[in-house]
């Protein structure tokens, strides 16, 4: 028996998840012909997505990281965001596709859209793995969108509870939550 099977069951599973992912890089590689794209990985939940979707986007690429903190563990957002780790160089003039792994609330992106957007960026543009829109706080633009789902608590494909089941190869969802 896997570690995982006592308390996490497959809500979509890899094979799935890997098809929807290569569509979005094959529409991303369409949208953004003869530019230069920076993707913006938003630590940690969007780790594994971004690195699925950058093979899978057919074009010269940057790829640059950005640690959020918006959950203090458990299954509810606060609210508050804080960058803990910046990109490493001025994103000022260059086409920025943030990554993330969910937008639950919003609150998080919606932060990250205004701060980014102070860079002045020659264009903005997010692409989400999961929307729940049953949760919503704010609206946020979502250009490219994997999956929408229900208010279920999920894990795994970068996304974590209290840190762990991020490396699980397809998104589950926690046994009894
Ligand atoms: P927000 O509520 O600000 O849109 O989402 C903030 C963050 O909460 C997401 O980036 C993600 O890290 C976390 N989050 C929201 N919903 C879930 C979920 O169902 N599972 C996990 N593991 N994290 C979630
Ligand atoms: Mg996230
Ligand atoms: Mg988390």
């Not at 990554?99 to 860079?119: H, K, P, Q, V, Y």
Request: proline fraction near 3%; aromatic fraction near 10%.
């Amino acid at each position: 028996m896997a570690f995982y099977e006592q308390d996490v069951g497959i809500h979509i599973d890899e094979q799935k998840l890997q098809a929807r992912v290569r569509e979005l890089g094959a529409q991303i590689t369409r949208d953004y012909q003869g530019k230069e794209l920076t993707l913006i990985c938003v630590l940690k939940g969007s780790a594994f997505f971004a690195m699925d979707l950058a093979r899978y986007v057919d074009l010269p690429l940057t790829i640059e990281f950005l640690g959020v903190s918006s959950y203090q563990g458990g299954t509810e957002t606060t609210g508050e965001v804080r960058i803990t780790t910046d990109v490493s160089k001025p994103m000022a003039g260059k086409h920025l596709l943030v990554i993330e792994d969910i937008i639950d609330t919003g609150l998080t992106m919606s932060f990250l859209l205004e701060n980014l957007r102070a860079r002045h960026p020659a264009s903005l543009k997010v692409c989400s793995l999961l929307e729940k829109p049953s949760r919503a706080r704010t609206q946020v633009p979502i250009d490219y969108k994997g999956f929408v789902i229900d208010d279920v608590f999920v894990v795994g494909y970068g996304l974590d509870y209290a840190e762990r089941y991020r490396n699980l190869p397809f998104i589950g969802l926690m046994k009894g939550k």
